[in-house]
């Protein structure tokens, strides 16, 4: 498998892009902002869009991509994500007034898009390549994603707070190469991260002790200025699990 970050950012700015991955090329992870700077022929190769959680700077482009490539499709887009996630998007985005409702254009028999409800820990497979939903903590229904190629496995929690269920859930993977987490906020900025169920440099240490396997880890979902006061504070407060900035066009292949 090969992943391409297209986003990884709290937000936008300059040539900050939110979160996004691109997997091979025809599978994004989220559909933050970071998949604007794709093409029109790369956008219509995409088949599949996992979704974390309905958080506009993870899905804000998916409806303008699904609009933009449809005409060029012969097949619709399937949205894969929780029935609570799924819920959601229909009730709020595809609902005629917010974006149209792709699920029903041109008809119902034939559309541009459909939906797959997916649960934690039960496993897509597309032609050999394994996503499986992880456990994840936020303020909406939330989950991560377990990429695994059968060779090595990547996870991304997507936007979570402390919790024990992923970490149990990671100790099982027994071929994990990569684990992508969020820590979007700075010390000083703790009562805000607790409330808003994100992770901080001190409880993004607090939650990597209970990792019992090897792993490269790489801290995603900064605010946008304080990458370098939140990696620094990364670094004093876990630096013995050697975690790294996620950078946006990184690629790991495994």
């Given at each position: 498998?090969?992943?391409?970050?297209?986003?990884?950012?709290?937000?936008?700015?300059?040539?900050?892009r939110?979160?996004?991955?691109?997997?091979?090329?025809?599978?994004?992870?989220?559909?933050?902002?970071?998949?604007g700077?794709?093409?029109?022929?790369?956008?219509?190769?995409?088949d599949?869009v996992?979704?974390?959680?309905?958080?506009?700077?993870?899905?804000?482009?998916?409806?303008?991509?699904?609009?933009?490539?449809?005409?060029?499709?012969?097949?619709?887009?399937?949205?894969?994500?929780?029935?609570?996630?799924?819920?959601?998007?229909?009730?709020?985005?595809?609902?005629?007034?917010?974006w149209?409702?792709?699920?029903?254009?041109?008809?119902?028999?034939?559309?541009f898009?459909?939906?797959?409800?997916?649960?934690?820990g039960?496993?897509?497979?597309?032609?050999?390549?394994?996503?499986?939903?992880?456990?994840?903590?936020?303020?909406?229904?939330?989950?991560?994603?377990?990429l695994?190629?059968?060779?090595?496995?990547?996870?991304f929690?997507?936007?979570?707070?402390?919790?024990?269920?992923?970490w149990?859930?990671?100790?099982?993977?027994?071929?994990?190469?990569?684990?992508?987490?969020?820590?979007?906020?700075?010390?000083?900025?703790?009562?805000?991260?607790?409330?808003?169920?994100?992770?901080?440099?001190?409880?993004?240490?607090?939650?990597?002790?209970?990792?019992?396997?090897?792993?490269?880890i790489?801290?995603?979902?900064?605010?946008?200025?304080?990458?370098?006061e939140?990696?620094?504070?990364?670094?004093?407060?876990?630096?013995?699990?050697?975690?790294?900035?996620?950078?946006?066009?990184?690629?790991f292949?495994?």
């Open positions: 498998m090969r992943v391409k970050i297209l986003g990884c950012s709290g937000g936008i700015g300059g040539a900050l939110t979160t996004a991955m691109l997997v091979d090329d025809d599978i994004l992870i989220d559909g933050g902002t970071g998949v700077d794709l093409s029109l022929e790369e956008l219509a190769r995409i599949h996992f979704i974390t959680h309905s958080h506009l700077d993870h899905i804000a482009c998916i409806p303008l991509m699904i609009d933009s490539v449809a005409r060029l499709r012969s097949k619709p887009i399937t949205l894969y994500a929780t029935v609570a996630v799924l819920r959601i998007l229909q009730g709020h985005i595809f609902n005629w007034l917010v149209p409702d792709f699920s029903r254009i041109p008809d119902a028999h034939a559309p898009m459909t939906y797959q409800a997916v649960a934690i039960e496993s897509i497979v597309l032609d050999g390549r394994t996503i499986t939903p992880v456990p994840a903590m936020h303020t909406v229904p939330a989950v991560g994603y377990h695994d190629s059968g060779a090595a496995s990547l996870v929690s997507g936007d979570t707070t402390s919790q024990d269920a992923l149990d859930y990671l100790n099982g993977v027994e071929n994990l190469r990569y684990l992508i987490i969020e820590t979007a906020f700075a010390e000083e900025q703790q009562g805000i991260a607790v409330a808003s169920k994100h992770l901080h440099p001190s409880l993004l240490a607090k939650e990597l002790a209970k990792l019992q396997r090897p792993a490269e790489y801290v995603t979902h900064l605010k946008p200025g304080e990458d370098d939140i990696m620094a504070e990364v670094g004093h407060h876990a630096g013995r699990y050697a975690p790294k900035i996620l950078r946006n066009q990184q690629i292949e495994f």
